[in-house]
């Protein structure tokens, strides 16, 4: 009996282990939508793929060439830099304009959206000349703002080895044209040698957004750098690199770097000036992580925007804005660990792989939650997705536990279904079919080739840290190998018992290239969300939707009032980026959404605040909060009917 119970005691461990393993496996795998009930799911939503039209390149790769130490595995350090956005660029008030990064020719590109008016001009790329540039350099996004403050739409441009350009828009264009743009530094500087080649500071950027971080009224950028400043892109160098030294706690990244406005003029020669705040502007531990996205959104109603960094290869970062005018300042918030809160669950001490964000709410509470794109793959790496619930009870309690530095935030992406997708990157919550219910549309996939790299990659990831920052340790990763390479785009639809399915299959989505990012905007007009999808080494793709028996709902163009306007080009007005829109239907529901700066990975949502209404009938009530241009915070309460509405907000809101 003594015996027994030494063996037993001995074995505790094991055991325990044991059923913990069996109870997780259990809590992530329950049981599936059967096919009828996908099929019912489906029923509701329909989308066209389209092409997207580009202009002639001469140039067409699949591989960039790179820094000698990274040869081995060029395709891993060639993996993202497709990316695309979608606004209103020529100032038809519609946001049927994209703005694309193709990786095969690195060119940035505009072009109208296919279908109705998909002529209106020849899609074209954006030439940064005067500005020097060279040929160890590479785009890696756009984000449309309207940075110069003439109500015209502008284009941040982030680039691997080089500071970003700002491409103003020309206040007496005609059709837009390269000619439309003057190319403008973000920082003033010398970067150029004798010859005319860009010799300035090598930033790799793959996370931006444009958010009122001090609350003065006037739109600032946040630059989040991949790999710290070095010769990525330059095969003429064997050396000068950096890796990341852990897979789960690097802090050896790129730079994050905020930009306040510092000046702007309108014309034919607009301009628009940064000032780059103090690094003590952000805590410590959010300096230097390996960053892939960013969300600069307002959770706790002051109209300063919080920021959620997605961090690769260690802790994502939410920081609290405590910012005033000209004095930016950020805190870090971390979840609190409780019995049934795992460390890699917790913001701010997880290990995964984050790559892309999005904010929404998805229970109706009039709180922002949050989705998560981390590295998920069955039999490659398993992490999970995160899908964080906010927890608070209420706007004024999530401000006090923020303050305290508690980010209140619960993951449900097991019992949700939505935990696994694959190699996750860009993340879009938005309602497609106007059903009152958010969605979530998410690209995935890797390097897409025939040999499989994974056993390689496993054992890199199970190595010692002291391996992980030496290149020589990382498994080749070149022209024809496969890392999730058939990955196919997720698409994921909120059933009645609450859980997610991906219908991508049945809607026609899943198309088995690596996708990167996704932008969203009603295209035509006609009161639902289309959405463009960046691939890399791919050609993007436009999905009209055509839901064939969509709820009501609600479209608000927000903009500033506008004193005067500057030249003939059609000015459309500037975006209240940061605006907030709560909706509360007869029966009680609350919707929030606001205009968003750049959220994601490498694709951008519109301007345009979108909600789905479901069975909702007739006028709904609507508050509005922005702040103006002098940054005095308004609040109004307005009753609109259905559909599309363009507001210009002063002092009050007036529809234009």
């Known amino acids: 009996m003594n015996a027994a119970l030494g063996m037993l005691r001995r074995q505790l461990t094991g055991v325990i282990a044991l059923v913990v393993v069996i109870g997780f496996f259990f809590a992530v795998t329950l049981p599936e939508s059967s096919a009828e009930d996908r099929n019912h799911l489906a029923s509701r939503y329909a989308f066209a793929g389209q092409s997207v039209a580009l202009p002639v390149s001469d140039k067409q790769q699949t591989i960039r060439k ?4 990274y040869k081995h595995f060029d395709a891993w350090i060639s993996s993202v830099g497709a990316a695309v956005a979608m606004n209103d660029l020529d100032g038809d008030k519609l946001p049927n304009d994209l703005c694309l990064v193709d990786s095969r020719t690195d060119q940035v590109i505009v072009t109208p959206t296919p279908g109705k008016g998909g002529n209106r001009y020849a899609p074209f790329a954006l030439n940064p000349a005067p500005l020097p540039v060279n040929d160890v350099m590479a785009p890696m996004g756009c984000v449309p703002a309207d940075l110069n403050e003439d ?19 020309r206040a007496g264009h005609g059709t837009l044209s390269p000619q439309a743009y003057e190319p403008v530094e973000v920082l003033s500087s010398n970067n150029a040698d004798a010859a005319g080649k860009y010799t300035g500071p090598q930033w790799n950027t793959n996370a931006a957004t444009v958010g009122d971080f001090d609350g003065d009224g006037h739109d600032d950028i946040f630059i989040g750098n991949y790999f710290p400043d070095s010769p990525l892109l330059d095969s003429s160098v064997d050396g000068g690199v950096t890796m990341n030294h852990s897979m789960s706690h690097a802090q050896n990244g790129g730079e994050k770097i905020i930009l306040l406005c510092a000046g702007a003029t309108a014309g034919d020669r ?16 959010a300096r230097n992580g390996w960053s892939l996205g960013v969300s600069a959104t307002d959770l706790d109603g002051d109209l300063l925007p919080e920021l959620y960094i997605a961090n690769d290869f260690g802790p994502d970062r939410l920081l609290y804005n405590r910012s005033t005018p000209g004095q930016v ?5 971390t979840t609190a660990r409780t019995p049934g809160t795992p460390k890699s669950k917790r913001i701010g001490a997880d290990s995964f792989k984050g790559m892309g964000v999005d904010f929404g709410d998805f229970d109706h509470d009039g709180l922002y939650d949050a989705f998560v794109s981390n590295l998920t793959v069955p039999w490659g790496i398993v992490e999970s997705n995160f899908h964080f619930m906010n927890t608070a009870k209420d706007q004024a309690d999530l401000r006090t536990r923020l303050r305290n530095g508690e980010a209140p935030f ?23 079919a106007n059903s009152g219910e958010l969605d979530i549309t998410q690209a995935t996939g890797f390097i897409r080739g025939y040999t499989n790299r994974w056993p390689q990659l496993q054992e890199l990831a199970m190595a010692n840290d002291s391996l992980v920052p030496s290149t020589v340790a990382w498994p080749n990763a070149n022209s024809g190998d496969d890392l999730a390479g058939n990955e196919t785009l997720r698409f994921f639809v909120k059933d009645e018992d609450g859980r997610y399915t991906d219908l991508a299959p049945e809607l026609g989505l ?21 959405f463009a999808v960046a691939r890399q080494f791919g050609e993007p793709i436009f999905y009209h939707n055509q839901a064939p028996t969509p709820g009501g709902h609600l479209n608000l163009l927000l903009t500033h009032e506008q004193a005067t306007t500057v030249g003939t080009a059609p000015a ?3 975006p209240v980026t940061g605006a907030e829109v709560t909706v509360t239907t007869a029966d009680g529901k609350k919707y929030v959404q606001r205009v968003d700066g750049g959220s994601g990975h490498s694709g951008r949502r519109s301007s345009e605040v979108h909600i789905g209404l479901g069975t909702a009938q007739g006028p709904v009530q609507v508050h509005l909060k922005w702040r103006d241009r002098k940054g ?11 559909g599309r509405h363009s507001l210009v907000l002063g002092d009050q809101a007036r529809e234009r």
Request: net charge negative; proline share 7%; aromatic share 8%.
């Open 410 to 432: 619960r993951d449900i992406s097991g019992e949700n279904g939505t935990a696994w997708s694959g190699w996750s990157w860009d993340v879009k919550i938005a309602d497609f």
């Open 66 to 69: 790179v820094n000698q130490a």
């Open 270 to 285: 607009p301009t628009a000036s940064f000032k780059r705040v103090p690094d003590d502007a952000l805590p410590e531990e």
């Open 151 to 169: 109500g015209r739409l502008d284009l941040l441009v982030y680039m691997w080895a080089r500071t970003p350009i700002l491409y103003l828009s």
């Open 632 to 642: 005095v915070v308004h609040q109004q309460d307005l009753k609109l009917s259905q």
């Open 329 to 333: 300042r950020f805190a870090n918030v």
């Open 510 to 530: 899943a198309v088995p290239i690596p996708t990167r990012g996704i932008a969203t905007g009603d295209a035509d007009g006609d009161g639902l969300l289309d």
């Open 572 to 574: 459309p007005g500037s």
